[in-house]
């Protein structure tokens, strides 16, 4: 069983940057796709991106691509979200998660196993 927090949420303005960090322990974070989820209030947990086990395939849900990225780090057992160019539609809570490999085409509609306590990243017009 794999233990991750999140950390990095923050405040920021329209077009600024922030980067989430989660930090996995437990054992077994090599094995696992990892994503990040988001939820903010009033709807849906929708998933933001994802990557393999070896941090070969990045997956990446349309209203972030271009803006995101997301890699992964064995040697320290983190897993990072790079946000640039916010937009007051990214504002929610943000969610580390680990699922089963391989992440797929499909990864978005996967339900992780493992999850963080989330970090929360408002962004102001």
């Known amino acids: 069983q794999v233990q991750l927090v999140e950390s990095g949420g923050d405040s920021v303005q329209a077009g600024g940057s922030l980067r989430l960090s989660c930090a996995a322990s437990g054992g077994g974070y090599s094995s696992y796709c990892m994503y990040w989820f988001r939820q903010a209030p009033g709807e849906q947990r929708e998933g933001v991106a994802a990557i393999s086990r070896t941090g070969s395939s990045k997956y990446y849900a349309d209203p972030v691509k271009g803006r995101f990225t997301i890699s992964r780090d064995h040697a320290k057992n983190t897993l990072s979200l790079q946000m640039n160019s916010l937009k007051p539609e990214d504002t929610a809570m943000y969610y580390c998660?680990?699922?089963?490999?391989?992440?797929?085409?499909?990864?978005?509609?996967?339900?992780?196993?493992?999850w963080g306590q989330g970090t929360q990243v408002t962004v102001s017009s």
């Open positions: 998660a680990a699922g089963q490999a391989p992440c797929g085409d499909n990864w978005y509609r996967k339900v992780p196993l493992f």
